[in-house]
C-alpha cells in the first residue's frame, strides 16, 4: 500500500461546478498535511496547509480526518484557471525515524467552459 | 518574499559530463531539499538538509553529490549521469525541517522553478 494515495483523475468539471478531492495516508504518526498545487511543467505551488479544525480561503476547504487518516480539498464555484494537479503532503516518520513529506501521485483536474 | 531561486532553468549534459546545479534561499529557512520529478509523477525526495547538514539522504546514487556551502545555498553536483536520470529538479526550503511537532508553518515547503535535466 502506498503512504500517500490519490485518485489521479482527470476530473473534468464545467466552469462553477464544485469538486472535492481526497487524499488518504497510512501513517498514523503522520504530522502535517498540505495541499499543493502544479501547472504542466511548472513547479508544486502551495494551496493551502491543512490543520486539525480545517481551514477555508475563499473558494477552497480543506479538512483533515485523522480518525479515518484522509484529506480532503473542497473547490466551489470552478475557474478555467484552477485547472491543474492537485498534490497532497503529508510529513511522517520514515524507516529511520526523521520526519519527511512524502507527496501523491496528484489528482488531474481540468475546468472546462 | 518566499521565492526559491534555481540555475540554470535547462541544462542538456553527456553522460561523462559534470555538472552542478544551483538553489538560493534568502528567507532564513533551515531546511533545504532536492526533488527529482519525472514526468506525470509527483516529486521523489532525494535529500535534506537541516542547518546545513545533510539529514536525509533517500538511497540517491553516488553520482548525485549535494553540498550545502552556507544556509543560503544548496548545489546537487552531478557527474556520470545516465540518460534515466532526464528529469525536472527541484529545490525547496521550508523554516524548519519537519520535527513531527505538528507545527505546520515552519515545514512548509517553498519550491524553486526547477531545472529541466537532459542526459544524453
Known amino acids: 500500500r502506498k503512504e500517500v494515495e490519490q485518485d489521479p483523475g482527470p476530473f473534468n468539471v464545467p466552469e462553477g461546478a464544485t469538486v472535492a478531492f481526497n487524499c488518504t495516508y497510512s501513517?498514523?504518526?503522520?504530522?502535517?498535511f498540505f495541499w499543493y498545487r502544479q501547472d504542466c511543467r511548472k513547479e508544486p505551488k502551495l494551496l493551502m496547509s491543512?490543520?486539525?479544525s480545517g481551514n477555508e480561503d475563499g473558494r477552497f476547504t480543506a479538512q483533515l480526518n485523522r480518525a479515518s487518516q484522509y484529506i480532503s480539498l473542497l473547490i466551489r464555484d470552478s475557474k478555467l484557471s484552477d485547472s491543474a494537479t492537485y498534490l497532497c503532503?503529508?510529513?511522517?516518520?520514515?524507516?529511520?525515524?526523521?520526519?519527511?513529506?512524502?507527496f501523491g501521485r496528484g489528482t488531474s483536474l481540468i475546468v472546462h467552459p | 518574499d518566499t521565492e526559491v531561486t534555481q540555475t540554470p532553468k535547462h541544462l542538456v549534459m553527456g553522460m561523462t559530463n559534470k555538472k552542478s546545479l544551483k538553489c538560493e534561499q534568502h528567507?532564513?529557512?533551515?531546511?533545504m531539499y532536492w526533488y527529482k520529478q519525472k514526468a506525470k509523477k509527483p516529486p521523489e525526495l532525494m535529500f535534506v538538509?537541516?542547518?546545513?547538514?545533510?539529514?536525509i539522504n533517500e538511497s540517491v546514487p553516488s553520482r548525485f553529490s549535494p553540498e550545502c556551502p552556507n544556509s543560503s545555498l544548496l548545489n546537487l553536483h552531478l557527474h556520470a549521469l545516465q540518460p534515466e536520470d532526464s528529469a525536472l529538479y527541484l529545490c525547496?526550503?521550508?523554516?524548519?525541517?519537519?520535527?513531527?511537532?505538528?507545527?505546520?508553518?515552519?515545514?512548509?515547503?517553498?519550491f524553486g522553478p526547477g531545472t529541466r535535466l537532459t542526459v544524453l
Open positions: 538538509y537541516s542547518y546545513e547538514k545533510l539529514s
Open positions: 501513517n498514523s504518526a503522520s504530522q502535517s
Open positions: 491543512v490543520y486539525s
Open positions: 503532503v503529508v510529513t511522517g516518520t520514515s524507516s529511520g525515524g526523521s520526519y519527511i513529506p512524502t
Open positions: 528567507m532564513g529557512h533551515r531546511a
Open positions: 525547496a526550503s521550508s523554516q524548519d525541517p519537519a520535527t513531527g511537532g505538528g507545527v505546520w508553518d515552519t515545514d512548509t515547503q517553498y
